[in-house]
């Protein structure tokens, strides 16, 4: 896949993360998009070190999940780190 693959399905990835979890983000959609794309990354890295799967083609399901998983990881992570800077 392409970067230009990779792309699409971190941003597609990243809003989806943003449906299943709601929420006010302190960056906005930019931000949001930013997080989709690396967690596509993340995602696919973390699934091949643990040999559960890689990201292939495009149209893949376990592509889409994969990428959707590590949107959601990323994200998570990122509501706590910048719900905690806010807060102090």
């Known amino acids: 896949m392409g970067i230009l ?4 399905l971190g941003l597609l990835a990243g809003a989806i993360a943003k ?3 709601p929420g006010d983000d302190p960056g906005g959609i930019i ?11 993340v995602g696919g890295l973390i699934a091949s070190a ?5 990201l292939g083609s495009f149209f893949d399901l376990g592509t ?10 990323l ?14």
């Open 50 to 54: 643990l040999n559960i799967g890689e």
């Open 64 to 73: 889409w999940i994969i990428a959707i998983l590590g949107a959601l990881l």
């Open 75 to 88: 994200l998570g992570i990122y509501r706590m780190v910048a719900g905690n800077r806010a807060a102090t």
């Open 19 to 21: 449906a299943i979890m």
């Open 5 to 8: 693959g990779w792309i699409v």
């Open 31 to 41: 931000v949001t998009m930013l997080i989709g794309i690396v967690g596509a990354i």
